[in-house]
């Protein structure tokens, strides 16, 4: 498979999807169909409670949809182990969690799982470091050492680590100023190219969104109302939305 054939190829892809809650009394996303093609960079916007962090956690299987078709390289869900899923889509939380480790054992830990080597650890960690320009003196201390912000890059780190074909970030830059949510931008774009990653964030500025994406899914209450190329998404629908709900700061879904 050549390189075009590559940018072409399916990877993840939902068939009329429906999500309950446990309980059956709340329908979070209804009748989801879309494709999510390799190296595609995309926005998932809405008001609170759209569906936008349920979304992110379908496509990591940590939700399962009570209808509808889940693929995973064209191969039903059903079909694939859930731990080769989830070596592949990488998902990082908004709420960032180093499991009471230090730094380097986090960002570590889940390249220990895979059994890799340790020269291919140690480049691993090195090229993430590097990428996110996290000092080396952050690999020894516990989260409680670090800002809100500092464990967000680290968490993010610990996702790129993974080298996955899918990067789901959900509001990876809350807990960033400004100059620095547009360096991660900046940073990650250039990850998705020079890695052929593909990547899905969830993000409640529409500037950053703007300019990052090549593609933006709208939703709104737990359907999609716009699934377009950046060129052709009609923002005016979008920021009323937003504006009518109040919610240009949302955080969580369900």
């Given at each position: 498979m050549n390189a075009n054939d590559e940018k072409d190829t399916i990877i993840l892809e939902l068939k009329n999807i429906n999500l309950m809650t446990n309980f059956g009394t709340t329908q979070l996303l209804n009748n989801i169909s879309l494709q999510i093609n390799h190296q595609e960079r995309i926005g998932i916007v809405g008001a609170s409670g759209a569906g936008k962090s349920t979304l992110l956690k379908l496509f990591n299987y940590l939700h399962s949809p009570n209808q509808g078709?889940?693929?995973?390289?064209?191969?039903?869900?059903?079909?694939?182990?859930?731990?080769?899923?989830?070596?592949?889509?990488?998902?990082?939380?908004?709420?960032?969690?180093?499991?009471?480790?230090?730094?380097?054992?986090?960002?570590?830990?889940?390249l220990e799982l895979q059994m890799l080597s340790e020269p291919e650890i140690k480049e691993r960690l090195s090229w993430c470091l590097d990428i996110l320009s996290i000092p080396q003196a952050w690999l020894s201390r516990q989260e409680n050492e670090l800002s809100v912000g500092q464990r967000q890059l680290v968490s993010i780190a610990r996702g790129l680590i993974m080298r996955p074909k899918v990067l789901l970030l959900d509001e990876p830059t809350s807990a960033l100023d400004s100059g620095k949510s547009h360096w991660l931008r900046e940073t990650l774009i250039n990850v998705s190219v020079h890695e052929s990653m593909t990547m899905v964030i969830v993000n409640h500025d529409l500037e950053w969104i703007k300019n990052f994406a090549d593609r933006i899914i709208y939703l709104n209450q737990g359907k999609i109302q716009q699934d377009l190329t950046i060129d052709k998404i009609n923002w005016k629908i979008i920021e009323d939305n937003l504006l009518a709900n109040n919610t240009y700061h949302d955080f969580d879904d369900f």
């Open positions: 078709e889940f693929f995973f390289r064209q191969k039903l869900i059903n079909n694939v182990n859930p731990l080769q899923l989830r070596q592949e889509v990488v998902l990082v939380l908004q709420e960032p969690k180093l499991l009471s480790m230090t730094v380097r054992s986090s960002l570590v830990y889940p």
